[in-house]
């Protein structure tokens, strides 16, 4: 009882101290990210969308089930990014779910789900020598009211190892929900203009991006053809727009029509120009000679660009980091498909030095150009370029599918990292200052407004391949069925150029997750065996040596 009535004060303020406490961090809550790379402090951008939500958002994972340890990391990183969201908005709830679980008919789920376009992924998996197979979905869906959003949770990459992928797919992670709470909630969109009337890829070749492009942005086609008529009118149409996309015209510009683009450019509207400065396509090799002339194609922008900072030269990217093509060998029922290199195609590996570009899939180009960049009051930065095994081949040239069967010399290639994309930003100069002007507009400018154009020296790569009449995924190569990273590369930077949140700038985010050395693991073995077991027992007959000397000391004196 006098320890009780000793201590009673120092216990009873210890119980009031520890009530204010509970009380004080019920009201004013926080969290503290320790990790080294930030991974769980949310962007402020991310964080402007989130507080949008004034409905429940709610997602379903579907990477649920017994995963193998790549997965499980995965999924244990994306509910605690979750976790975080909820933390900044109660509105968004989430559940884990295994779409196959307790299915009869499996088959028939995995095919629903496909055609809403959550693609399992076939994992195999190994337990002793028993081998088996499994179906995944890396998948989350965000719904809110009737409306719903797909979010990819696996992000591979060419080559990329299971602690690449993994670490790619985390960093992705936060930039795939917060853009998928921008799809949802998205009020007024921007709008895009896709010009016509200068031989530009058909509809046809355009329709996976421009269906894609619709989730954030109103698309419609505009063509310049009454621009001598009407000059004012057209530049007044073109205005009404945010950003011009010119998807590999074939067709000479006009004077009038350089100079509406021109001043379209000085008022701030943002471009993407895709263009072929030479004339040569795959399909026109397929004939008995299985050759062509690849030939400079005149598209009359070479001042206009020049003027901006860049210059698109007509020669041919060959490189050997290529893309393949398919040939047929034999005939009826005889035929093989053979996946053969194609030099005239390169495949491009990301700089991951900006927003758009990072951690993308390799993309696929086609007798690409390459652009020389020019002393201007722009600032250029550089997003793909050729391999460092690459060289320039000039033009006209004749094209043959005999190359195929021949070994390249590679003391040739010593011409690389050819500049095939270049993003142009802030104050532009007209190209027709100082110059007779080829029409009248209203408030023409010298100078631009802070502005964005990107160029691309490729038309086929916002090219997407049909079949039977159907159109394809952007990037996906029905003869070989590889995927190319075309459309998000594009995608980026049609967000990166309109998006005034900062939100695609997430995508720099770095995140390094820890995973165990496999080799180490193996060489080391036994040592962790030993030393988790044996330690254990050593210490606990050490402590009790040591407690029953102490004892034995203390009651014999």
């Given at each position: 009882?006098?320890?009780?009535?000793?201590?009673?004060?120092?216990?009873?303020?210890?119980?009031?101290?520890l009530?204010?406490?509970?009380?004080?961090s019920?009201?004013?809550?926080?969290?503290?990210?320790?990790?080294?790379d930030?991974?769980y402090?949310?962007?402020?951008?991310?964080?402007?969308?989130i507080?949008?939500?004034?409905?429940?958002?709610?997602?379903?994972?579907?990477?649920?089930?017994?995963?193998?340890?790549?997965?499980?990391?995965?999924?244990?990183?994306?509910?605690?990014?979750?976790?975080?969201?909820?933390?900044?908005?109660?509105?968004?709830?989430?559940?884990?779910?295994?779409?196959?679980?307790?299915?009869?008919?499996?088959?028939?789920?995995?095919?629903?789900?496909?055609?809403?376009?959550?693609?399992?992924?076939?994992?195999?998996?190994?337990?002793g020598?028993?081998?088996?197979?499994?179906?995944?979905?890396?998948?989350?869906?965000?719904?809110?009211?009737?409306?719903?959003?797909?979010?990819?949770?696996?992000?591979?990459?060419?080559?990329?190892?299971?602690?690449?992928?993994?670490?790619?797919s985390?960093?992705?992670?936060?930039?795939?929900?917060?853009?998928?709470?921008?799809?949802?909630?998205?009020?007024?969109?921007?709008?895009?203009?896709?010009?016509?009337?200068?031989?530009?890829?058909?509809d046809?070749?355009?329709?996976?991006?421009?269906?894609?492009?619709?989730?954030?942005?109103?698309?419609?086609?505009?063509?310049?053809?009454s621009?001598?008529?009407?000059?004012?009118?057209?530049?007044?149409?073109?205005?009404?727009?945010?950003?011009?996309?010119?998807?590999?015209p074939?067709?000479?510009?006009?004077?009038?029509?350089?100079?509406?683009?021109?001043?379209?450019?000085?008022?701030?509207?943002?471009s993407?120009?895709?263009?072929?400065?030479?004339?040569?396509?795959?399909?026109?090799?397929?004939?008995?000679?299985?050759?062509?002339?690849?030939?400079?194609?005149?598209?009359?922008?070479?001042?206009?660009?020049?003027?901006?900072?860049?210059?698109i030269?007509?020669v041919?990217?060959?490189?050997?980091?290529?893309?393949?093509?398919?040939?047929?060998?034999?005939a009826?029922?005889?035929?093989?498909?053979?996946?053969?290199?194609?030099?005239?195609?390169?495949?491009?590996f990301?700089?991951?030095?900006?927003?758009i570009?990072?951690?993308?899939?390799?993309?696929?180009?086609?007798?690409?150009?390459?652009?020389?960049t020019?002393?201007?009051?722009?600032?250029?930065?550089?997003?793909?370029?050729?391999?460092?095994?690459?060289?320039?081949?000039?033009?006209?040239?004749?094209?043959?599918?005999?190359?195929?069967?021949?070994?390249?010399?590679?003391?040739?290639?010593?011409?690389?990292?050819?500049?095939?994309?270049?993003l142009?930003?802030?104050?532009?100069?007209?190209?027709?200052?100082?110059?007779v002007?080829?029409?009248?507009?209203?408030?023409?400018?010298?100078?631009?407004?802070?502005?964005?154009?990107?160029?691309?020296?490729?038309?086929?790569?916002?090219?997407?391949?049909?079949?039977?009449?159907?159109?394809?995924?952007?990037?996906?190569?029905?003869?070989?069925?590889?995927?190319?990273?075309?459309?998000?590369?594009?995608?980026n930077?049609?967000?990166?150029?309109?998006?005034?949140?900062?939100?695609?700038?997430?995508?720099?985010?770095?995140?390094?997750?820890?995973?165990?050395?496999?080799?180490?693991?193996?060489?080391?073995?036994?040592?962790?065996?030993?030393?988790?077991?044996?330690?254990?027992?050593?210490?606990?007959?050490?402590f009790?040596w040591?407690?029953?000397l102490?004892?034995?000391?203390?009651?014999?004196?």
């Amino acid at each position: 009882m006098s320890f009780y009535k000793k201590h009673n004060k120092t216990i009873f303020l210890t119980v009031i101290i520890l009530v204010i406490v509970h009380l004080i961090s019920g009201r004013f809550y926080s969290r503290f990210d320790l990790t080294q790379d930030h991974r769980y402090t949310i962007s402020e951008a991310s964080k402007k969308i989130i507080n949008t939500l004034n409905e429940p958002v709610i997602i379903d994972i579907l990477l649920a089930g017994d995963l193998q340890p790549e997965f499980k990391k995965l999924q244990t990183e994306t509910r605690q990014l979750l976790e975080e969201f909820a933390a900044i908005n109660p509105n968004i709830k989430f559940s884990f779910v295994d779409p196959l679980e307790g299915e009869s008919n499996q088959n028939e789920t995995i095919s629903n789900l496909q055609q809403l376009g959550l693609t399992p992924l076939n994992v195999t998996v190994s337990e002793g020598s028993k081998v088996s197979q499994e179906f995944i979905f890396p998948w989350a869906v965000a719904n809110l009211g009737n409306k719903s959003v797909k979010v990819s949770l696996l992000k591979s990459k060419l080559g990329a190892s299971s602690e690449e992928r993994v670490n790619n797919s985390v960093q992705h992670l936060e930039y795939g929900f917060s853009d998928a709470f921008k799809k949802l909630t998205i009020q007024e969109k921007k709008k895009i203009a896709v010009l016509k009337g200068n031989g530009e890829l058909d509809d046809i070749y355009l329709a996976d991006f421009l269906t894609t492009l619709r989730d954030y942005y109103r698309i419609a086609p505009i063509t310049l053809d009454s621009i001598v008529d009407s000059p004012q009118k057209t530049f007044n149409q073109l205005q009404q727009f945010d950003l011009t996309l010119i998807a590999k015209p074939t067709k000479k510009f006009s004077e009038e029509e350089k100079y509406v683009l021109d001043q379209y450019m000085m008022h701030g509207g943002k471009s993407i120009w895709l263009i072929d400065q030479t004339a040569a396509e795959l399909d026109s090799l397929f004939n008995d000679q299985g050759k062509t002339i690849a030939f400079p194609r005149d598209l009359n922008l070479n001042d206009l660009f020049f003027n901006y900072g860049v210059r698109i030269n007509p020669v041919l990217v060959n490189d050997l980091y290529f893309t393949q093509i398919v040939l047929a060998t034999g005939a009826g029922n005889d035929s093989q498909y053979n996946p053969l290199p194609w030099f005239y195609s390169p495949m491009v590996f990301s700089k991951n030095n900006h927003p758009i570009n990072n951690n993308i899939e390799a993309l696929r180009f086609q007798f690409a150009n390459n652009i020389d960049t020019l002393k201007s009051s722009t600032k250029k930065t550089i997003l793909l370029s050729s391999s460092p095994l690459s060289k320039t081949d000039g033009t006209p040239r004749e094209i043959s599918l005999d190359i195929i069967g021949k070994q390249p010399d590679k003391n040739t290639y010593n011409d690389g990292d050819q500049t095939l994309a270049v993003l142009l930003e802030g104050t532009f100069s007209s190209a027709y200052q100082n110059r007779v002007k080829p029409l009248k507009i209203t408030d023409a400018k010298d100078q631009s407004t802070d502005t964005k154009m990107l160029v691309v020296a490729d038309g086929d790569l916002i090219k997407n391949q049909t079949s039977n009449g159907r159109p394809l995924e952007l990037g996906y190569d029905k003869w070989t069925n590889n995927f190319y990273g075309n459309k998000e590369f594009l995608l980026n930077s049609v967000n990166y150029m309109l998006d005034d949140s900062g939100l695609i700038n997430i995508r720099s985010k770095k995140v390094a997750l820890a995973f165990l050395d496999t080799e180490k693991v193996v060489e080391q073995k036994k040592l962790w065996q030993v030393v988790n077991i044996g330690a254990p027992i050593v210490l606990l007959l050490l402590f009790g040596w040591i407690f029953n000397l102490v004892r034995r000391k203390k009651y014999t004196t």
